[in-house]
């Protein structure tokens, strides 16, 4: 084993290439090399496992991101999963599909995703490298908990929570495909999402039943949340927590987000959640039994008409 921790691997450029990856990550992908990773699970908790691909023209343009920014991004998403179970990382995964016009990108792409995986206070367990002809990055992430948040828990009554502020990488994105900078608080926020996995521990333990990650946008996720409780769900769009210079109607539509939109029975202390974590936490409406697997967004009582969410098949 290297003096890194990594195993040693034979000649060739491929392996060349692993190696300037292993390089680059250090003691965050200590251990690496091997056909498989072995891994443990605390006793009595279950293992949660998730996958997510981030491609090239699809979920970013190059012209877009730095190197390191695209790389962090991608691994930020998938254990933004983790997050949404109330899970703890026990390792990631990265398959790297790299186009020849990449090759001189990789040490950005590879120290992007060092950062997300230091963030999340985990390491690179394995992956996998090949050729392609547009950059993807495939991340799959390990987790474990012993009481999973998911998502059909919430039951009528229940108080709606979102973390952090919403509507910055909806804004961003616009900016972007209309060939104009992104306001700085809005690239801020598309470029360098955050997985909330601390935070969603912490809202475990507080009394949230029902959680799932704003990667679809608020109206779009929030669907996803009220079909699989059989619950339907009242939002109220003045509450909804926004980026400076958002509209509130554009952050329901607005994807990549990251946070956490949860269900609890009981009220939260937001304040508490402010002051260990630095963003708010914010009840921005409940659920109903009436309309089941429906969500209304009202904007002083009265339904707002032709809200939608994000679709990744829509054009």
């Known amino acids: 084993m290297s003096d890194a921790g990594h195993l040693g691997m034979g000649a060739g450029v491929e392996f060349d290439t692993i190696r300037q990856l292993l390089a680059q990550w250090g ?3 200590a251990g690496a090399g091997d ?11 279950q293992l949660a496992v998730s996958v997510d691909t981030s491609v090239e023209n699809v979920h970013f343009r190059r012209a877009w991101l730095t190197p390191a920014e695209i790389g962090a991004r991608a691994v930020t998403a998938a254990l933004s999963d983790l997050a949404a179970m109330g899970a703890a ?18 040490v950005g792409l590879a120290e992007g995703i060092g950062l997300a995986v230091s963030a999340a206070e985990t390491r690179i367990v394995g992956g996998n490298l090949s050729a392609a002809s547009e950059l993807s990055i495939t991340t799959t992430v390990l987790g474990h908990t012993g009481a ?17 502020r919403l509507g910055g990488p909806g804004a961003a994105l616009q900016a972007l495909l209309a060939g104009r900078t992104p306001e700085p608080g809005h690239r801020e926020r598309f470029a360098h999402p955050a997985a909330r996995i601390a935070e969603a521990r912490w809202l475990a333990g507080a009394g949230v039943v029902a959680a799932i990650d704003v990667s679809d946008g608020l109206l779009a996720d929030a669907g996803h949340l009220a079909a699989a409780s059989g619950v339907g769900l009242e939002l109220d769009l003045a509450a909804i927590p926004l980026v400076e210079g958002v509209a509130a109607r554009d952050a329901l ?12 029975s009981g009220p939260l202390d937001a304040r508490a959640f402010a002051g260990r974590f630095g963003i708010p936490l914010t009840a921005i409406g409940r659920a109903v039994a009436e309309h089941p697997g429906m969500v209304e967004v009202l904007d ?16």
């Open 27 to 29: 003691p965050h992908a």
């Open 35 to 45: 056909d498989a990773a072995m891994l443990d699970v605390p006793a009595g908790e």
């Open 89 to 106: 990382p026990l390792g990631v995964l990265v398959a790297l599909a790299l186009p020849e016009t990449w090759r001189d990108r990789l």
């Open 148 to 164: 999973p948040l998911r998502r059909d828990r919430a039951r009528a009554g229940d108080a709606v929570y979102v973390t952090g």
């Open 253 to 264: 539509a607005s994807g990549e987000e990251y946070e956490l939109l949860v269900a609890a």
């Open 300 to 315: 002083g009582g009265r339904r707002v008409a032709g809200a939608r969410g994000h679709d990744h098949f829509s054009r």
